[in-house]
């Protein structure tokens, strides 16, 4: 007899012989600029809380009467027991930051994304999708059974052959994309995708996770800052990175949410958004509106960093950015563990990502507001020593 789970400590033992084995590290006290780390103070660079929202007492505050008024949990799904009010009037500050009619927030980015999708597209319709999307994009393509073509990233020729070659052969078509690129920091080309979303009868879904409340005039996202405000298309994204707190949304049409509302299995079938997440996240969207001079500080911080590494490591090979998220490229996964470890010893939290969650090896720099200029220091200061 063999054993049929034996095929897992194999498995394993392949991704540790390719230094591609993960484990959580564990941090402790109130999210910020800085964190502990194993009992070490570090400088926190592996955060995807740019605007320093998560631990503002704000925030902390609203999820506190949140919970003494409604409790810890939601306890059922939206249409049983679960729907608050405080869900309407978040999905209703969703779409006004947006500026959509409508918005629909489910209890993750994740399942927002795989909801959507496969309640727009079935067997008989046609997905394209950036080689470089979020895991939830390309599952939620998979779940969808729909016919799925990658492309290449961000290439508008090669997007638009395969719309020449294929967009006739099917009923619907769905172009799928991040709007800032996660493990990249680059931002897609959007005005372009929405023409040919147009030219060829095509839905366009944008995942602005990384982009809401920190790019556009008024944190809107990449939508806003790329002036597409008020475009026919679908904006998805979390609650969880710049607004400090947890869930994702849709934002739309009012016909969009409506069919959403009948349709997306993850927001039919799952527990609402627990009424703690949806306050502090309601708590967010008014202080991105009303302190605008966060943002400011989080590009200033952004260009200080890219100032320096540019002075001071000039052969780095830094993949292009225009986002809060820098990341250096390495030679292999080893030299991104080594480089990783040294900061950490250093007092530098800064992750090294490696396939097969991306192509190349690299470490991902993530800013945040609330740095400040020695952080920065410190960091550019470390990494000389460790690449130089």
Request: charged share 20%.
């Amino acid at each position: 007899m063999t054993d049929p789970y034996a095929w897992i400590e194999e498995s394993l033992a392949t991704i540790h012989r390719a230094d591609w084995y993960r484990s959580v590290q564990t941090i402790h006290g109130k999210s910020g600029a800085t964190v502990l780390l194993a009992g070490q103070e570090v400088i926190n660079f592996a955060s995807n809380d740019y605007l320093g929202l998560a631990g503002d007492e704000r925030l902390i505050q609203a999820a506190i009467a949140a919970i003494q008024e409604c409790g810890t949990g939601s306890t059922g799904s939206r249409l049983l027991s679960g729907h608050r009010e405080l869900h309407k009037k978040l999905e209703e500050a969703i779409a006004s930051l947006k500026q959509t009619e409508d918005a629909l927030v489910f209890s993750s980015g994740y399942l927002a994304n795989l909801g959507a999708i496969t309640a727009l597209v079935g067997k008989r319709d046609l997905i394209l999708s950036d080689r470089y999307n979020h895991s939830s994009l390309k599952n939620g393509a998979i779940l969808s059974g729909a016919k799925v073509i990658e492309y290449p990233h961000c290439d508008v020729a090669a997007l638009k052959a395969q719309l020449s070659q294929q967009r006739q052969h099917y009923r619907r078509c769905l172009i799928l994309t991040d709007s800032v690129f996660s493990m990249d920091g680059d931002l897609c080309p959007l005005l372009p995708l929405l023409d040919l979303a147009d030219e060829f009868n095509c839905m366009l879904l944008v995942d602005e996770a990384h982009a809401t409340g920190v790019l556009g005039k008024t944190g809107a996202g990449c939508v806003e800052h790329l002036g597409c405000t008020g475009r026919q298309l679908i904006q998805i994204g979390t609650l969880s990175k710049a607004l400090g707190s947890l869930g994702g949304y849709v934002a739309g049409s009012a016909s969009l949410i409506d069919f959403l509302r009948n349709r997306a299995p993850t927001w039919i079938y799952t527990t609402a958004l627990s009424p703690a997440d949806t306050a502090a996240a309601l708590a967010a969207i008014e202080i991105v509106q009303q302190e605008p001079q966060r943002r400011l500080k989080l590009w200033r911080n952004l260009n200080y960093l890219k100032q320096l590494l540019q002075q001071q490591l000039p052969n780095l090979k830094l993949l292009p950015s225009e986002s809060p998220i820098l990341c250096l490229q390495l030679l292999s996964a080893t030299e991104a563990l080594r480089v990783s470890k040294e900061l950490t010893k250093a007092g530098i939290f800064a992750p090294a990502i490696r396939p097969p969650t991306v192509p190349t090896s690299r470490l991902r720099i993530s800013l945040m507001a609330t740095h400040q200029a020695q952080h920065i220091d410190k960091l550019v200061a470390q990494l000389h020593k460790s690449i130089g």
